[in-house]
């Protein structure tokens, strides 16, 4: 629904039901987005005439490195609750009072609750990484730069499926806005229009999606590797990290930060970034 002012939003984030069984929008734009990075992926090695087990391996690898990382990045970066909010005393240590405790950490088996929710994309991007870093050791042997140059152009879409299942579920938007497209997100309960920072991001997602496919497919940017992925870094995290400031906080124990969580995350990634491009142009290029 549409006003003036702003947009009501008010979608069921369930998009059917079998039986017991709830399929939601989100789940079902995660695996959309996986299905599209692999179509890229499979154009670009085809393009190339890369071994197929290239493809194979580093597909499966990638999918449960996101998942992996996302989950374990929302529930050691994020679960972090008030002692009193966990019906617990404050931890003291070497004369030391830590008022914030992790759920998640005092009680590791409680991470298998998918089912609770919670997937944070700097994990996600972490757990990318690390699957990168071994397919390229025990397959691939090009090195990190030249499989990421490769394979962000198709994680940008992923990326922007992922923030509309965020945007179906009402989850992680900005804070209150007199712009026109604010969305009242009445299922979380707000009754003021807010900055739909999901799609904000979506945007910046297909911005990165395009450059980086620009990039590859109309200049030599791929004779120097992470060039490619440098810049795509830097559009991510870049615009995430200005992003932060016009978001709500997830977790209360961000008050108290002069930077989020999400920024202080971002913050490493940016500074790669630059490395990456930096060191794209004092090496000579691929033949």
Not at 31 to 53: F, T
Not at 218 to 229: E, H, W
Not at 248 to 256: L, S, V, Y
């Amino acid at each position: 629904m549409m006003n003036l002012l702003s947009i009501v939003w008010n979608v069921d984030p369930v998009a059917f039901s079998i039986g017991p069984r709830e399929v939601r929008w989100y789940g079902i734009l995660w695996a959309l987005g996986i299905y599209l990075c692999y179509m890229v992926q499979e154009r670009i090695y085809k393009r190339e005439k890369n071994p197929e087990e290239w493809l194979d391996k580093l597909f499966w690898f990638v999918v449960l490195g996101a998942i992996l990382g996302a989950r374990l990045g929302h529930c050691l970066f994020y679960e972090w609750h008030e002692a009193a909010r966990m019906g617990k005393e404050p931890l003291h240590l070497l004369g030391l009072t830590f008022n914030y405790r992790n759920p998640y950490i005092e009680n590791p088996l409680r991470i298998l609750r998918i089912w609770e929710g919670g997937l944070a994309s700097h994990g996600g991007a972490i757990g990318i990484i690390l699957a990168i870093v071994w397919v390229n050791y025990k397959y691939i042997h090009k090195g990190i730069a030249w499989i990421f140059d490769r394979l962000v152009i198709g994680v940008a879409f992923t990326a922007f499926c992922i923030r509309l299942g965020n945007l179906m579920n009402s989850e992680i938007y900005g804070g209150p806005t007199s712009l026109p497209w604010g969305f009242i997100f009445v299922r979380d309960g707000m009754d003021v229009p807010c900055h739909p920072t999901q799609i904000y991001e979506m945007l910046y997602c297909v911005l990165a999606g395009v450059v980086s496919g620009w990039m590859f497919f109309k200049t030599d940017a791929a004779k120097r590797p992470g060039l490619i992925f440098g810049v795509w870094l830097l559009i991510i995290f870049g615009v995430r990290f200005l992003l932060e400031f016009i978001k709500f906080d997830q977790e209360a124990f961000e008050a108290n930060f002069f930077l989020n969580m999400g920024q202080l995350l971002s913050l490493p990634f940016i500074a790669w970034a630059i490395y990456l491009m930096l060191m794209a142009y004092k090496r000579p290029p691929l033949k």
